[in-house]
């Protein structure tokens, strides 16, 4: 029993050993390659995306998605010296999942910062994604979440544009009920005049049903039938 749990020991440290959860390189960086704070985890959703069209993942499309990553890695930094083999995979599955780690050029046991390699990818997402005919949804850098459209900006704020459609619609309200009431005193305060009858506008007043002269400043009509004159009042 001791035997077998030193050969067990020993499967489980050695690197691309079935046990081993490191299937690609060698070197001190791949010791955390599987690490989550130090890896990335890849799903790649070929069928889902493409269908009937789907490819099959081999270690060409591996290589590719290396080569890309270099290229994003390598655009993000400006060093020239990026190149696949500083793209370390390890934990391949069926189910086209993996994780990977990024190492420096100029020591391969060290890694590349986690900003950098996240800034990278989030910059060249669309590169990426085109390369395997992949969008963000089918094509999951697990802990990396794609760039966000940049929002629109206005030369005016909305939320003022807003304001000022219901300040001018409040400032007409009132305008409107000033004047309103304006027009409603003004009316209270003027006379309402009699109604006289002028039938033919010459000044003559039809009062009773019979048309009279206006007696304004005249003396009136001088009537005979009540002068106490005895030339008028005999037989």
């Known amino acids: 029993h001791f035997c077998f749990i030193l050969l067990w020991c020993y499967t489980l440290n050695v690197p691309g050993s079935k046990g081993s959860p490191l299937s690609v390189g060698a070197g001190p960086a791949l010791l955390t390659c599987c690490n989550v704070t130090d890896g990335y985890k890849v799903r790649l959703s070929i069928k889902t995306a493409l269908g009937d069209d789907a490819y099959e993942w081999s270690k060409s499309e591996l290589f590719l998605f290396r080569a890309v990553l270099a290229f994003a890695v390598q655009r993000k930094t400006n060093n020239v010296n990026y190149d696949v083999s500083n793209i370390l995979v390890c934990d391949e599955t069926e189910r086209v999942s993996f994780w990977f780690v990024v190492t420096t050029p100029d020591n391969t046991s060290e890694l590349l910062p986690k900003l950098v390699v996240e800034n990278a990818i989030r910059e060249n997402r669309h590169r990426i994604n085109s390369a395997f005919l992949l969008t963000d949804q089918t094509l999951d850098f697990v802990g990396i979440n794609p760039t966000l459209a940049a929002p629109i900006e206005y030369d005016t704020p909305p939320w003022l ?3 000022g459609v219901v300040m001018g619609v409040v400032c007409a309200g009132i305008v409107a009920l000033l004047v309103s009431t304006f027009l409603q005193k003004k009316r209270a305060k003027k006379p309402s005049a009699d109604p006289v009858d002028d039938e033919d506008g010459s000044g ?10 206006s007696i304004g400043d005249k003396d009136g009509t001088y009537n005979q039938g009540f002068t106490d004159d005895d030339r008028f009042t005999k037989l």
């Open 204 to 213: 003559s007043i039809a009062g009773n049903g019979i048309l009279c002269e």
């Open 161 to 163: 544009i807003v304001f």
